[in-house]
T-cell receptor, first 114, second 112 residues
Framework: GAVVSQHPSWVICKSGTSVKIECRSL??????MFWYRQFPKQSLMLMATSNEGSKATYEQGVEKDKFLINHASLTLSTLTVTSAHPEDSSFYICSGGVEFYGYTFGSGTRLTVV | GENVGLHLPTLSVQEGDNSIINCAYS??????FIWYKQESGKGPQFIID?????DKRQGQRVTVLLNKTVKHLSLQIAATQPGDSAVYFC???????????FGTGTRLQVTL
């Protein structure tokens, strides 16, 4: 089955710094990937759609300059949280946008900003 | 926007019993539904899916029922096991760029 690998699994950073999260599709080509954010005891909220070779599409209310998305190849999408603040602390999850595979999800990244 | 919602935030069942997790959706244009299981600190794990042209689909120990008339989706888990303890989410695809909208989630607690 489709496998999505996400790294790192957790990261702690200082306020004001930037953090990059990687999402790789290991056994399929993903022209589209999705980035979600999940706060404790809440559901997944879609942040943006990552499109290979073109600009990402952001959901309403998500700051594109703060959450930079790059999808330079068919197997790699990255999310960079720029100038992170404590309120950005959350669980970030990516998903491979291949309908046949039921939208496989990565293992998630726990970001803690101190 | 429209949301997918769940009625019960927590469901406790005894080991061996059957579990039923419900989900109400509001977007009549949704044509594809998925149930996910999420364990603490992990990403969602695909359980089973169903398309809008079906009303029932079975997997191993799991069954998904879709009632389009009342916009209701359910997940049935047979002979619930301790390893089934997790949060379960329903998700719908409205067909717009393959985006998924997630429900609020139900925590399933399996007691011995």
């Amino acid at each position: 089955g489709a496998v999505v690998s996400q790294h790192p699994s957790w990261v702690i950073c200082k306020s004001g710094t930037s953090v990059k999260i990687e999402c790789r599709s290991l056994d399929f080509q993903a022209t589209t990937m999705f980035w979600y954010r999940q706060f404790p005891k809440q559901s997944l909220m879609l942040m943006a759609t990552s499109n290979e070779g073109s600009k990402a599409t952001y959901e309403q209310g998500v700051e594109k300059d703060k959450f930079l998305i790059n999808h330079a190849s068919l197997t790699l999408s990255t999310l960079t949280v720029t100038s992170a603040h404590p309120e950005d602390s959350s669980f970030y999850i990516c998903s491979g946008g291949v309908e046949f595979y039921g939208y496989t999800f990565g293992s998630g990244t726990r970001l803690t900003v101190v | 926007g429209e949301n997918v919602g769940l009625h019960l935030p927590t469901l406790s069942v005894q080991e061996g019993d059957n579990s039923i997790i419900n989900c109400a959706y509001s977007n009549s244009a949704s044509d594809y539904f998925i149930w996910y299981k999420q364990e603490s600190g992990k990403g969602p794990q695909f359980i089973i899916d169903i398309r809008s042209n079906m009303d029932k689909r079975q997997g191993q120990r799991v069954t998904v029922l879709l009632n389009k008339t009342v916009k209701h989706l359910s997940l049935q888990i047979a002979a619930t096991q301790p390893g089934d303890s997790a949060v379960y989410f329903c998700a719908e695809n409205t067909g717009t760029a393959s985006k998924l909208t997630f429900g609020t989630g139900t925590r399933l607690q399996v007691t011995l």
